[in-house]
């Protein structure tokens, strides 16, 4: 394992829907099929030391997808969410999600928040689910949030800086990432992170994400170890 590992790895989980096609077997079996790639990005990430990693679990326009398939996907955060409780304290991670989780069911509402503070005080590994998340959907919360602020006189628009900028959004306090990760070969960031993503170091495989194995997620640790990064500059 190279010397130098990203801090923060997100990951754009994408293919469970054609791993699943290609067996004859149903959507959401693809996606419990995925739910099993997390567990090994989790355990590769308390492994290397990389202390946040933020999944794409479940974006605005997968609302759009049938009924069936949305409640299936819910029921899985719960059970995951369920099962995993106990794990994430004992082993120092700490939960966090992005998105508006008020638009998800109250049940996934509660887990989220049960499991969010009964892990807030680890801090080995910050483990991110962005639900219901939408990259232009938060930089328009977080233009909203400084218009009142303007227009109540907290903020003039001198104050107006990009770190200003970054504070409203979801991920205020978080590191930016480092590496992104997408599965399925698609060469495209589907309304993820997009303030975020400015500079960040970009892997792709042609793996569907049930497919991931912890050696792809070192694979891509090793991508990123050999890249060079000069944020703009020379
Ligand atoms: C993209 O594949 C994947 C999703 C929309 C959902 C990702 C969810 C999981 C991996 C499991 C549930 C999450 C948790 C946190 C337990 P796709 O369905 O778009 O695949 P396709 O492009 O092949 O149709």
Request: aromatic content about 8%; hydrophobic content about 40%; charged content about 25%.
């Amino acid at each position: 394992m190279s010397a130098v590992v990203p801090k923060h790895v997100a990951i754009i989980m994408d293919g469970n829907g054609r791993w699943a096609q290609e067996r004859g077997l149903p959507r959401i079996a693809g996606h419990e099929a995925g739910s099993k790639s997390i567990e090994r990005c989790v355990q590769a990430c308390l492994d290397t030391g990389v202390q946040y990693l933020t999944l794409y679990a479940f974006s605005s326009e997968n609302w759009k997808r049938p009924a069936l398939e949305v409640n299936a996907l819910m029921l899985l955060l719960e059970n995951f969410l369920n099962q995993k409780r106990d794990e994430m304290v004992r082993e120092g991670i700490r939960l966090h999600h992005i998105g508006r989780i008020q638009e998800l069911p109250s049940v996934c509402q509660r887990k989220l928040r049960e499991v969010m503070d009964a892990t807030a005080a680890n801090t080995k590994l910050h483990f991110v689910l962005a639900l219901s998340y939408s990259g232009r959907a938060e930089i328009v919360d977080a233009v909203k949030s400084l218009v009142r602020d303007t227009a109540a006189g907290t903020v003039s628009e001198a104050d107006i800086t990009p770190e200003l900028i970054a504070s409203r959004l979801n991920t205020a306090g978080m590191p930016d990432p480092d590496l992104l990760i997408r599965t399925s070969g698609e060469m495209r960031i589907s309304n993820f992170l997009l303030w975020q993503l400015s500079y960040t170091e970009i892997h792709v495989t042609k793996k569907f994400w049930p497919d991931f194995q912890r050696e792809d997620f070192l694979a891509a640790l090793e991508d990123y170890a050999g890249r060079s990064r000069r944020f703009g500059g020379v």
